[in-house]
């Protein structure tokens, strides 16, 4: 991606603010804060195993993520902002994702500040955000004046130019080269491993962290569905919230199978026949065969006059070029209603003819389960006399 492209702002952006201060890092290597274990641990005692260690070193918080959170209306991702953790209990989680990530070999992962600000010699947005429906971004409203023409803020105009926006310069600011020294001392100096994320949202990777450090996740609703406004910042023990279908993308790509099934179990559990158009056409089910199956399914079995109904406005938006993933989608469905037909007409049992030499005459209730006598030997109304049966 070429960094000297820079994104158009919006009215109501607030881009401006991830870029005010902020701070370089150091591709020096920093030392573990803690061994990894020489013996398997449960992963629901690693919190505990971790936290005693912190009782003696005095540092629990040694990694620090950014990851963004706003996506404005040409669907560029920005506003990054912080998740902590600790690092080791990360790497023995999951070592096969975390080992590498936190080694120093991913290419936005640096040892730096832990209380500084976004990197300058990084972009604070993202114009190929690797997931364009994802709900945990929040979106900024595209707002015009009456005549069409886009208002900026100041903010937004100095973030169009072709400047790199510079740091400001504060008591807290650090942004001298880290010494060996310091390094070795990482914890006492709040110095330690920097990710920046580009392709997850924050509410999502902040739930991940929550949930590999506890083994609880809470789900939020599905955008498709009525719902109330949750209060924000309000400081609680529950896991925080996160899109369903956010947090099954990224335990997919991590591994996480346990993490997905959750996931998965809780979109099949609010899906309705008022929704699941909405679901089963998005651009999240064309890209997992699971999910695919498993909402076509449920069109099927539970909303099959409501799937039929609207079909036909999904096939009108494909021939416009919109959506072009949602083909997929269709032959999937189309598949499963003329399976449905075949298993019909296959099940429907066919006549049945006399068993009488020469007669090719069909047989009494021999076109079913209708009939009310119990043949012994089939035979047609007119060998009836000939052929012995019971009732």
Not at 47 to 74: C, E, H, M, N, Q
Not at 76 to 86: G, H
Not at 230 to 259: E, F, N, T, V, W
Request: aromatic content about 8%.
């Amino acid at each position: 991606m070429d960094s000297s492209r820079k994104p158009k702002g919006k009215k109501g952006s607030k881009r401006g603010q991830s870029c005010r201060k902020i701070e370089d890092l150091s591709d020096a290597p920093m030392p573990s804060s803690m061994p990894q274990p020489t013996v398997k641990i449960e992963n629901k005692m690693l919190l505990r195993a971790a936290l005693k260690s912190a009782a003696d070193s005095g540092t629990f918080i040694d990694t620090k993520f950014y990851a963004f959170s706003r996506r404005d209306p040409s669907r560029t991702a920005y506003e990054p902002k912080a998740v902590y953790a600790n690092g080791w209990l990360l790497r023995a989680r999951l070592p096969s994702y975390f080992e590498p990530l936190l080694a120093g070999g991913y290419k936005e992962s640096a040892v730096g500040s832990l209380h500084g600000n976004f990197p300058s010699n990084h972009q604070a947005y993202n114009i190929e955000y690797g997931y364009d429906s994802d709900s945990d971004l929040e979106d900024d409203e595209d707002s015009d004046d009456g005549d069409g023409v886009t208002l900026k803020t100041d903010r937004e105009e100095e973030y169009m130019t072709d400047e790199i926006p510079q740091p400001e310069k504060d008591v807290g600011d650090k942004t001298e080269a880290i010494s060996e020294e310091l390094l070795k001392e990482h914890g006492a100096y709040g110095t330690g491993r920097v990710v920046i994320l580009r392709d997850f949202a924050y509410p999502t990777w902040k739930a991940l962290i929550f949930y590999l450090c506890t083994g609880e996740v809470a789900f939020a609703a599905l955008q498709s569905q009525k719902k109330e406004n949750i209060p924000a910042g309000q400081i609680s023990p529950d896991a925080p919230l996160c899109s369903p279908k956010s947090m099954y993308r990224i335990a997919d790509q991590l591994g996480l199978d346990a993490l997905r099934n959750l996931a998965e179990k809780d979109i099949l559990s609010k899906l309705s026949a008022d929704n699941i158009m909405e679901e089963l056409f998005s651009e999240f089910t064309s890209l997992y065969d699971k999910i695919r199956d498993m909402e076509t399914q449920f069109a099927c079995d539970n909303a099959l006059t409501r799937t039929s109904a609207n079909i036909s406005e999904c096939i009108e938006r494909m021939a416009t070029g919109q959506r072009p993933y949602n083909a997929v989608i269709l032959k999937c469905l189309f598949q499963r209603f003329f399976g449905a037909l075949e298993e019909a007409r296959s099940s429907k049992p066919g006549p049945m003819y006399c068993s009488s030499p020469n007669c090719r005459n069909t047989a009494v209730g021999g076109s079913g389960s209708s009939s009310k006598a119990k043949l012994t030997t089939l035979a047609c109304a007119s060998c009836l006399g000939t052929v012995g049966y019971s009732l």
